[in-house]
């Protein structure tokens, strides 16, 4: 990918710190450099620090690395120290993790304690605390509370609560070419010092109060989870009666009210935020005893992608168990090497009890994957992977395995079937190569019925 690299730079450089070297915290970092600003991002994590001071980054992120290497040496220092962060800065990005709990709340520990170490240390300068971190709406103003209770003479630090929209794989194009800025605050004075920050972006920029900022976050992710679980009900229906859903959605898509991104059928979404944010949201909107139904539906509709894709190969292998099949993509999807509540992750669960023999495929992700299914077999290569496969199912679209070679794939398989999760693969190419093709939300042509009977 090419990484877009802002050429706008401040006039008026700050210091910034930046809590927690995550996804977030990282691009941030990396990103208020590139605008020119002195920036120290600090975490908790000493190893962590000590690689990124080498330029070793814990994850992969296009664009990224080549941003911390550029302004290491200058405007951009990592520590895991508070003080170093928080002693001199303008302005402190929170940006630690939010995990989930078992009960689907967000665990909001780690955003507290660093709350806390930020207001313990902060210096005579008094920084404004931004809170980036993803945390159900009211965190803000919990933050404002444990300020309050940590302040000296001084008074409580001000709080600005600014949720970020930064994919993976985009991250630094989506912070240096942004949508939208939205800020919340109460004290206006604070919000726009932290507006000049991204004025150089040339963006639109959303002053609300604090409240409002945190609820755009959580409602847009749940939205575009809302558009990808559209679209695979959609699928379904498309599948019984024969229609094809890749084209329903490019004629909903060139309705401009509809849009086209995210009606992509498939085996659902995945990933850190949009499984983790509308659980999160669909708690917090039961806490306050609403009903967010349609929140839960998104959320089952989602699982049942992955279980609708094992039961329709199960028919069509006549069973799973003893089989061989080797699922193509282990990262949520593609750019990333991250599998958090990555499909692929749920096919190879439901193919283990199944009793099938899974071989997992990924170019960047094979490590993480071992390491929670240490009895799998893993590769990097795609024709390894599929050698005496009964099947192979694409779970994440990489551009190596839309590519495939279909003749060299068919040489290598046991049995020629496909199921393509993504519908990245084109079904009449895959049949003329003599593969069973199983795709999402597309009609069963005739050609294919009668291969069937060949399995
Ligand atoms: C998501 C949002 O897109 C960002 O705007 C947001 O800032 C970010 O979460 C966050 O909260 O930090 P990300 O998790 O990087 O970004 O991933 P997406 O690009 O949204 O993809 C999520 C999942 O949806 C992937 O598994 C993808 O394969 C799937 N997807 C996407 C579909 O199944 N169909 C589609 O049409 C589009």
Same mark, same amino acid.
């Given at each position: 990918?090419?990484?877009?690299?802002?050429?706008?730079?401040?006039?008026? %450089?700050? +210091?910034?710190?930046?809590?927690? /070297?995550?996804?977030?915290?990282?691009?941030?970092?990396?990103?208020?450099?590139?605008?020119?600003?002195?920036?120290?991002?600090?975490?908790?994590?000493?190893?962590?620090?000590?690689?990124?001071?080498?330029?070793?980054?814990?994850?992969?992120? %296009?664009?990224?690395?080549?941003?911390?290497?550029?302004?290491?040496?200058?405007?951009?220092?990592?520590?895991?120290?508070?003080?170093?962060?928080?002693?001199?800065?303008?302005?402190?990005?929170?940006?630690?993790?939010?995990?989930?709990?078992?009960?689907?709340? &967000?665990?909001?520990?780690?955003?507290?304690?660093?709350?806390?170490?930020?207001?313990?240390?902060?210096?005579?300068?008094? %920084?404004?605390?931004?809170?980036?971190?993803? /945390?159900?709406?009211?965190?803000?103003?919990?933050?404002?509370?444990?300020?309050?209770?940590?302040?000296?003479?001084?008074? =409580?630090?001000?709080?600005?609560?600014?949720?970020?929209?930064?994919?993976?794989?985009?991250?630094?194009?989506?912070?240096?070419?942004?949508?939208?800025?939205?800020?919340?605050?109460?004290?206006?004075?604070?919000?726009?010092?932290?507006?000049?920050?991204?004025?150089?972006?040339?963006?639109?920029?959303?002053?609300?109060?604090?409240?409002?900022?945190?609820?755009?976050?959580?409602?847009?992710?749940?939205?575009?989870?809302?558009?990808?679980?559209?679209?695979?009900?959609?699928?379904?229906?498309?599948?019984?009666?024969?229609?094809?859903?890749?084209?329903? &959605?490019?004629?909903?898509?060139?309705?401009?009210?509809?849009?086209?991104?995210?009606?992509?059928?498939?085996?659902?979404?995945?990933?850190?935020?949009?499984?983790?944010?509308? +659980?999160?949201?669909?708690?917090?909107?039961?806490?306050?005893?609403?009903? %967010?139904?349609?929140?839960?539906?998104?959320?089952?509709?989602?699982?049942?992608?992955?279980?609708?894709? *094992?039961?329709?190969?199960?028919?069509?292998?006549?069973?799973?168990?003893?089989?061989?099949?080797?699922?193509?993509?282990?990262?949520?999807?593609?750019?990333?090497?991250?599998?958090?509540?990555?499909?692929?992750?749920?096919?190879?669960?439901?193919?283990?009890?199944?009793?099938? @023999? *899974? +071989?997992?495929?990924?170019?960047?992700?094979?490590?993480?994957?071992?390491?929670?299914? =240490?009895?799998?077999?893993?590769?990097?290569?795609?024709?390894?992977?599929?050698?005496?496969?009964?099947?192979?199912?694409? /779970?994440?679209?990489? =551009?190596?395995?839309? @590519?495939?070679?279909?003749?060299?794939?068919?040489?290598?398989?046991?049995?020629? *079937?496909?199921?393509?999760?993504?519908?990245?693969?084109?079904?009449?190419?895959?049949?003329?190569?003599?593969?069973?093709?199983?795709?999402?939300?597309?009609?069963?042509?005739?050609?294919?019925?009668?291969?069937?009977?060949?399995?």
């Amino acid at each position: 990918m090419a990484t877009a690299i802002s050429s706008a730079q401040t006039k008026n %450089p700050k +210091r910034i710190g930046v809590i927690g /070297a995550g996804h977030v915290g990282l691009v941030t970092a990396a990103c208020f450099a590139e605008l020119g600003h002195r920036v120290a991002c600090m975490d908790i994590d000493v190893e962590r620090v000590h690689e990124l001071g080498k330029g070793n980054l814990p994850f992969y992120e %296009p664009g990224l690395q080549e941003l911390v290497l550029k302004h290491a040496s200058d405007r951009l220092v990592f520590t895991s120290d508070y003080r170093e962060a928080v002693g001199q800065a303008d302005f402190v990005f929170l940006a630690v993790a939010t995990p989930t709990t078992a009960l689907g709340s &967000a665990d909001l520990r780690h955003v507290r304690s660093a709350a806390r170490a930020v207001a313990r240390v902060a210096g005579g300068k008094r %920084p404004i605390l931004v809170s980036k971190s993803t /945390a159900p709406v009211g965190i803000t103003e919990t933050l404002a509370s444990v300020l309050l209770a940590e302040s000296n003479g001084d008074g =409580p630090l001000r709080v600005v609560a600014n949720p970020e929209f930064l994919r993976e794989g985009t991250a630094i194009r989506d912070f240096l070419e942004p949508d939208r800025v939205v800020l919340g605050a109460d004290d206006l004075a604070a919000r726009d010092a932290v507006g000049a920050l991204y004025e150089p972006l040339d963006c639109p920029i959303l002053y609300t109060d604090i409240k409002t900022a945190e609820m755009v976050k959580y409602a847009s992710n749940a939205f575009l989870a809302t558009k990808i679980s559209f679209i695979n009900e959609i699928a379904e229906v498309c599948e019984k009666v024969g229609a094809d859903v890749r084209g329903v &959605a490019r004629g909903m898509g060139l309705d401009p009210r509809i849009g086209s991104d995210f009606l992509s059928a498939g085996i659902g979404f995945g990933g850190s935020c949009l499984p983790k944010d509308v +659980r999160a949201l669909s708690y917090l909107a039961a806490v306050y005893g609403s009903h %967010p139904q349609l929140l839960n539906t998104v959320l089952q509709i989602n699982e049942e992608q992955r279980r609708r894709l *094992v039961t329709r190969l199960r028919n069509l292998l006549g069973g799973l168990r003893g089989t061989r099949i080797a699922v193509l993509g282990l990262a949520f999807k593609p750019g990333t090497d991250d599998i958090r509540d990555a499909p692929a992750l749920d096919l190879i669960r439901l193919l283990e009890y199944e009793e099938a @023999d *899974v +071989r997992a495929c990924d170019p960047f992700a094979i490590g993480a994957t071992q390491a929670h299914f =240490p009895d799998i077999s893993c590769e990097s290569d795609p024709y390894l992977a599929a050698t005496d496969c009964d099947a192979v199912i694409l /779970a994440t679209e990489w =551009p190596e395995f839309r @590519d495939i070679d279909f003749d060299r794939l068919r040489a290598v398989m046991r049995r020629p *079937v496909l199921a393509d999760g993504r519908n990245a693969w084109d079904p009449e190419e895959a049949r003329r190569h003599g593969f069973v093709y199983l795709g999402m939300g597309l009609p069963e042509d005739a050609s294919q019925r009668q291969q069937r009977v060949l399995v």
